[in-house]
């Protein structure tokens, strides 16, 4: 159970941060660089996953994804495939509730980055794209670092969403949160003592290491 | 496959051949000069340092993802059971028996039932669904989401007033419950939590509610229940007799309810509408029900299928 949960955990968590890292330093950039019509009300449907209760954001999810959701149903009639009850629901709960995170350290990095520099990248002839990532993501780099590492945690430790779209399914959607709850719940105290010793430990290590990696890059 | 995106995201450091930006950007007259030297110079080394962290930590992701990876469960036959969280122990060992017997693999996935419901009604691609109370099942059988003939009441369960076993608190009677030495019991909130639901209908029953109110702790779960009683923060608690077998050792019976005293404790079991595989779903109810079934439940502290 424990080696499962753990496995189980380290997918879902890897992928979610992948995701994650590029979506959202991407949804930063837009909310940190250009001006739009619905800029504000885009920013408050972001920031929702990380003030809602994620029972309350597996809810929606799952009204969404659903064999009878909004985007579920179509998808379910098209491929006869269903999300819910899969590790990939596990994946997108935890994507959603930690994106936030993300976002909003990824917006306020970039936001911190002279316009100058890019100014003078332009005038140099460098495209967006290569100044996006020749200037500003290095400049803003350690800012998205840390989001990196917080939304991982956050993702790591997603319990109420991942539970009510990907169920709780030992080898299949049950994640360390999960093996959790459903230790402390079934009276398994040495079982929930060690996992949740696990969880600390990983989340502990994670981001202790990688705020060392992270450290101020001393620049001139 | 998945991982490609990280080297590509980092690339954006790693393939630079040295374009560094010094800008001394001079506002004079309001016009933006930027000095630019397109150079490999003294900033070099901090761009290797930042490349160097930038691919410890992909190899680091790059590991977790390799060994997540390995050894992803095949799919055989199956099928998906989803149980009442406080129904797990007894449920596992039919599960294990069922194993062995058909070859088809159990997995089970626990919950309270009420969320388990929700997931049902959102077309959740479950087999069977064994719910702790009526009312989960009734709503789901009224809206169609039940195969009718197949549901089933499996188990049965007991009302008791537990205390800690180290307590020194002796209960003659239910009624014993408004003595003044006991100040705090905890129940199930009778909204949400079956169990409390149960409690409250006992209490109405035997005339003391109004006077117990006051002292009335509502937990949300059966186990929070259990937690108040053997951490002391309740005297005493309304729980089942299967959670006093759960937790053997740490808490006692001290009075059971009388089962007149409230309406019949009774765990439904059906076939969800939709399962792919009914031969194997309806196998699994059969087995609950058999004696094999019946004298694991029993073993975990539930009362047979008839009365209790």
């Known amino acids: 159970m424990i080696a499962e949960a753990l496995k189980l955990s380290l997918l879902v968590v890897s992928i979610a941060t992948i995701v994650i890292a590029l979506a959202g330093t991407f949804l930063g950039f837009l909310l940190a660089r250009y001006r739009f019509r619905g800029k504000d009300l885009l920013d408050a449907v972001l920031t929702l996953p990380m003030v809602l209760p994620p029972t309350v954001t597996g809810y929606y999810l799952i009204l969404l994804l659903g064999r009878r959701g909004l985007l579920g149903e179509p998808l379910y009639a098209l491929t006869g495939w269903s999300v819910t009850f899969t590790w990939v629901a596990a994946v997108i709960a935890s994507t959603v509730v930690a994106i936030p995170l993300m976002i909003k350290s990824a917006r306020a990095s970039l936001e911190s980055v002279d316009p100058e520099y890019e100014i003078a990248s332009k005038v140099m002839g460098k495209g967006e794209l290569e100044t996006f990532f020749r200037v500003t993501l290095p400049l803003a780099g350690r800012g998205i670092i840390a989001g990196v590492i917080l939304s991982f945690a956050r993702a790591f430790g997603e319990f109420g969403a991942t539970l009510m779209v990907a169920g709780n399914i030992p080898g299949k959607t049950q994640t360390m949160p999960l093996a959790i709850y459903e230790a402390v719940a079934s009276g398994e105290d040495e079982q929930a003592k060690w996992l949740a010793l696990i969880l600390t430990g990983i989340s502990i290590t994670v981001v202790y290491m990688t705020n060392r990696l992270s450290r101020p890059v001393k620049r001139y | ?308």
């Open chain 2, 1 to 308: 496959m998945l991982m490609i995106p990280l080297p590509a995201l980092v690339s954006g450091w790693k393939t630079g051949t040295g374009i560094s930006l010094h800008c001394h950007a001079s506002e004079t007259y309001g016009i933006i000069r930027p000095v630019a030297m397109i150079t490999e110079n003294h900033s070099t080394w901090t761009r290797r340092l930042l490349i160097k962290r930038v691919a410890a930590i992909a190899a680091i992701m790059a590991a977790l993802f390799w060994y997540a990876c390995s050894g992803e469960s095949p799919g055989g036959s199956e099928i998906l059971v989803s149980a009442a969280i406080s129904l797990k122990g007894a449920l596992e060992d039919i599960g294990s028996v069922y194993d062995e017997r058909t070859g088809v693999r159990v997995r089970f996935n626990f919950g309270a039932s009420g969320l388990l419901q929700r997931q049902i009604e959102a077309g959740a691609p479950v087999d069977v669904f064994a719910s702790a109370a009526k009312k989960h099942m009734d709503e789901l059988q009224s809206r169609g989401f039940i195969v009718d003939e197949s549901r089933r009441d499996f188990a049965g369960n007991r009302l008791v007033i537990a205390v800690a076993s180290r307590s020194n608190l002796r209960l003659e009677s239910f009624a014993d419950l408004t003595r003044q030495d006991i100040s705090r019991i905890a129940i199930g909130n009778p909204k949400t939590v079956p169990a409390g639901g149960y409690a409250k209908e006992a209490l109405e029953h035997l005339g003391i509610w109004k006077e117990l109110e006051p002292r009335l702790m509502y937990a949300e779960n059966a186990r929070q229940v259990l937690d108040y009683i053997v951490r002391d923060e309740v005297e005493a608690g309304f729980i089942y007799a299967s959670d006093v077998t759960l937790a053997s050792g740490k808490v006692e019976t001290a009075a059971a309810v009388p089962d007149n005293a409230h309406s019949p404790i009774r765990y439904p079991v059906a076939v969800v509408q939709g399962s792919r595989n009914l031969p194997a779903a309806g196998n699994f109810i059969d087995l609950v029900l058999s004696t094999t079934g019946q004298e694991i439940l029993g073993k975990h502290g539930f009362t047979g299928s008839g009365s209790p």
